[in-house]
């Protein structure tokens, strides 16, 4: 990292499941790439659980050599990346674990002969959102460097943000008052992946899409997220908030700005931001003839969820965008856990060509793909010639398969790319606060409905593609089924 100060990353819940398994791996692959050198970055976990230094240590390694591989030289990055690591119990709410952690912070600092004012501080919580408010009043009251010289505290913060447009509104609220915006790093996921970074360059470098995307060319467009398993041990957190909250609001809602936004001034982050804020305004309230809900078979055996669970593990809603360009094109969002396949892919199908006189357009019309995992790739399906004699038709594909067209670069993982951001203080990949508000507001009044019961989800076969009655909106959106899909 080029900026100048030592840097203290802190990692709120350290010995927690987000932790293990994202942040730290995270910072693990920074390090490994030399953008977090061991003589001006230390990490500090912290968590109520009482254990040592080395306890936390031995709970995380195991996820660091699953991505590193386990010969002599990877084993012993491993372990110098760990001695990085100094751990801290206290609880979330009483100023003194924070102010020994803040002792510990100015000890580290102190020790790198860090002038005051010219530290940076970064506070990772990988915590449930219930605590954030207490956790950030903390930080607030016992950890905060002084920044005149250059220096900066910032946190960052995961969903769920709030369960609904109230809640989450308090939430934010309760951020707001002790850090300012440029402080606070919404992060999703999603907007760390590599093919929903490239949506903004795609669009607005190519000169083959600028004409086209928009409502006179286009019929329709998905945007699916698609898991085979289930909830696998996170029944408890994930009945309370459903597909919708999980993925919908948040994931694939950041990704349909990204393909309908207008196209920004410029690249700085506000840019960008007012953008996704202005299409996410122009969303019109959802239609319950335009939803399917599903949960799946199986899901109640789960001891952790209700016998009467109401909630969705599946979603396919219609979003309507009132504007210039897409008035009267669906943008279809479908989620679902427990289905037949891992995918994540955005789907735009064009409309068919006027006058057509190769009578192919049953066999399809054209499609652009963007699949953003696994296995990237860009797919668009054209017409062409069949080769041979006859002067026929067939669908046929031109293919960026990343893979193959980028063997040997490593794609980032997400969380690695957004640590890096937040440490840059970049806030392009992250979400703002009235964009978040843009957001819940869509899904709000729906969400209450299930809540309340009276939007029930109809059950599906794990394994399956989910209620027939999802491809049966899809079909009424205007979706043509494309041939081999
Ligand atoms: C998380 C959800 O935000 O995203 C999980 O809480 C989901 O339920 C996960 O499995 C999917 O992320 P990815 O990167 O594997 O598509």
Redesign the pocket.
Known sequence: VSETGCLSIIVLGASGDLAKKKTFPALFNLYRQGFLQSNEVHIFGYARTKISDDELRNRIRGYLIQGSGSSDKQLEEVSKFLQLIKYISGSYDSGEGFQLLDKEISGYEFSKNTVEGSSRRLFYLALPPSVYPSVCKMIKNNCMNKSDLGGWTRIVVE?PFGKDLGSAEQLSAQIGELFDEPQIYRID??LG?ELVQNLLVLRFANRFFLPLWNRDNIANVQIV?R?DFGTEG?GGY?DEYGIIR??IQ??LLQVFCLVAMEKPVSLKPEHIRDEKVKVLQSVVPIKDEEVVLGQYKGYRDDPTVPDNSNTPTFATVVLRVHNERWEGVPFILKAG?ALNSRK?EIRIQFKDVPGDIFKCQKQGRNEFVIRL?PLEAMYMKLTVKQPGLEMSTVQSELDLSYGQRYQGVTIPE?YERLILDTIRGDQQHFVRRDELKAAWEIFTPLLHRIDDGEVKPLTYQLGSRGPAEADQLLERAGYVQTHGY
């Open positions: 969903k996921h999603y992946k997220f898991e996170r994930f999980d993925i948040n994931h856990k994540a995992q997400a």
